[in-house]
């Protein structure tokens, strides 16, 4: 199993999200003013989730995919995964927190491979699992440093335009932070979309085919023979 480097991985899920940024947003923005209309926003719930897959496949983002049909297709499978996730994970709080945070990482793929692989509930929680195993720390790391990284910015920013309590400081600080925060969305998504990127690429690429070699004629040693047997003929002469 490839262990992720989460560096690297911050950085290409940031290369990602820039690449995607304007399409993220104004996905994002579709999504808050459809999200109360009964129905269409199980499918844009489900279309939000596949963001990542796409994305790691380095398919150019269109905001208006979210209201394709075939997302509402399979709603019924769809809530019975998150009503398996759900359960589970809070369960798992119960037990001291760690359980809940580790099982929350091990299948935070799941509903990602729900739609990009057609699996059911039960396949998709163990698929999950299985593609996150031994990388579970790694991917909480990678999208913790994501989270803190905008937290610390947010205060920066915050205590640099807010010395002085000065008015229109305060408003250019507020504007940089609404876009830091607003910029939260695609960071996250493009290092869920870089970590599924790796999680799901072939490991080993296929060899390539070994020719056989090609059968000697049969007539070749016939004349190696007869050309030895001329050259002794010329020696004793």
Known sequence: MKKLDVIATVKDG???????????????????????????????????????????????????????????????????????????????????????????????FATVLFVDKELNALEALRESNHITYGNKWRIFLAEFCVAVCLCVAVSIVSAIFGIGHIGWLETIGTIINVVLVVFAVPAIYGVEASIYKQLTMTEEEPAEPVKAEEPVKAEEPKKAAKAAKAEKAEEKA
């Not at 844009?44 to 796409?54: F, K, R, V």
């Not at 994970?89 to 929350?104: D, E």
């Open 14 to 108: 940031l290369g990602i999200a820039l690449v995607n940024y304007l399409s993220l947003v104004i996905c994002a923005a579709l999504y808050l003013i459809t999200i109360w209309i009964p129905y269409l926003n199980v499918g844009t719930t489900i279309a939000m989730c596949s963001l990542p897959a796409e994305m790691a496949k380095g398919h150019m983002v269109n905001p208006l995919f979210i209201f394709e049909a075939k997302y509402r297709r399979n709603m019924g499978e769809f809530f019975i995964l998150m009503s398996l996730m759900s359960g589970a994970i809070f369960t798992g709080f119960l037990f001291g927190i760690i359980p809940g945070i580790v099982i929350s990482v091990a299948w935070s």
